[in-house]
Structure formats: C-alpha cells, structure tokens
C-alpha cells in the first residue's frame, strides 16, 4: 500500500502568491516524523521542514509552513509569497517511529511552477 | 562545515560491468542511507547504516546490490553486472540522531549511473 501520497504531480503558481502542496500518510504507528523536501533542477535534495506526530503546533520555517491535520493523516506544505526560485520538485517524507525502523519512505512528489 | 560528498558525481559503464559509487556523510553523523532516482521518479530506499548495527538491507532489489561502510564512515555501493534498468541517480543521505525526534536527512549531489 502507498505510504505517501502526493496527488499532485504538476502545480502553477503566481509569483508573489501563496500555494498548498498535497501530503497524505498512512501508518499506523503513534510515533512518526513527517519532512518535506524541494529539489531544484541542479538535483540536490534541500531538507525545507519537519513535522513531529506528537508536535501540537503546525510547524513553521520562514515562508514554510504546514498544515498539518494528524486525524485525516495528512501534512500540506504552504509556501507562502512564492518566488521564481520556488520552481522545483517538492517531496513528502515520512520515517515511521515503531515499525518502520529508520527508513525514511518518500512520496513521487510535485512539480512546483513559479509564473512571473 | 563539509556536507555530504559523493563520487564520482557522473558514471557512464557497459552493461555487465561491476560499478563503485562513495559516499562521505558529515562528520560525527551515525546514520547513512542510499536512495536511488529513476528520471523524474520520487526516492526509493536501498540500504540504512547505523553506527555499529547490523545494516537494514530490506531495499535492495537484488542481490547484484551490496554496501559497506568502513569504520563507521565512509560507504561504498557497490552493483555488481550492472544492467540498463539500473541507470538512475544514486543519493547519499547522513544524519545525526535516528534514535528519536527529528531526523533530518542531508543529502549529497548524488551519482548519476548510465549503463549502456
């Protein structure tokens, strides 16, 4: 069964403007650490956000944030005030605390497009 | 400080040949993973070390994939017969503390496998 799940293979945006990237998880562990991850064209993976299952308040790191909603197991990326230099592929991860071990499982991400 | 350094960055072989991809994870990091990128695919876990443990082998897709990590540090990957479907950009990822919380990955360049 898919792990992470990223409904969105393709997302434009405006620049300037704020857009959601789609997350959803499925495990049944209570422990679990949720990340997300852009990669540019030049290839490198950039770590952008965590998200700890136990953590109450929705993670935030500049114009970073997530929506995170642990009942519909589903952990959105917002981006706010979008920048040319936004344009990449964003992935969801997901390392599962109990059963899982220390294997970090990845979604097939999405592709953002930043318009001037 | 020094990230995570692969080599080499590019790899072109011949189809049945045996190849060596290295990986440096950051100093003082315990944990060392490697992920392959099919073209415009998501991460597909291989392999997992920590520390002085037994390495968590349960992505490998066949036994022509083996990895070693020396003294705790520097990992080779090696594959051996390589075959077409094996061209892929190879990641190396390290982090600090896999035992709990947050377990951010940093990722190298990554090595990018042709086999002809």
Redesign the interface.
């Known amino acids: 069964a898919q792990k992470i799940t990223q409904t969105q293979p393709g997302m434009f945006v405006q620049e300037k403007e704020a857009v959601t990237l789609d997350c959803t998880y499925d495990t049944s562990d209570q422990s679990y650490?949720l990340?997300w991850?852009k990669q540019p064209s030049s290839?490198?993976?950039?770590?952008l956000i965590?998200q700890?299952s136990y953590d109450e308040q929705n993670a935030t790191e500049g114009r970073y944030s997530l929506n995170f909603q642990k009942a519909r197991k589903s952990t959105n990326l917002v981006i706010s005030a979008s920048q040319l230099g936004d344009s990449a592929m964003y992935?969801c991860?997901m390392?599962e605390?109990n059963t899982g071990?220390?294997?970090?499982?990845?979604?097939?991400?999405t592709r953002l497009f930043v318009k001037a | 400080g020094a990230g995570v350094s692969q080599s080499p960055s590019n790899k072109v072989t011949e189809k049945g040949k045996d190849v060596e991809l290295r990986c440096d994870p950051i100093s003082g990091h315990t944990?060392l993973?490697w992920?392959r990128q099919s073209l415009g695919?998501?991460?597909e876990?291989l392999i997992?070390f920590?520390g002085n443990s037994a390495p968590?082998k349960?992505?490998l897709p066949s036994d022509r994939f083996s990895a070693e990590r020396t003294g705790g540090s520097v990992s080779t990957l090696t594959i051996q017969r390589t075959q077409q479907e094996d061209s892929a950009?190879y990641?190396c990822?390290s982090s600090l503390r896999?035992a709990?919380?947050?377990?951010?990955?940093?990722?190298g360049?990554?090595t990018r496998l042709t086999v002809l």
Do not use: C, H, N, W
Not at chain 1, 101 to 109: E, S
Not at chain 2, 100 to 107: A, E, K, L, R, S
């Open positions: 650490g990340f991850y290839g490198e993976m950039i770590f965590y700890g992935f991860a390392r605390g071990g220390f294997k970090t499982i990845f979604g097939a991400g | 944990a993973y992920y695919q998501g991460l876990f997992y920590q968590d349960s992505g950009v990641l990822a896999p709990g919380g947050q377990d951010t990955q940093y990722f360049p990554g």
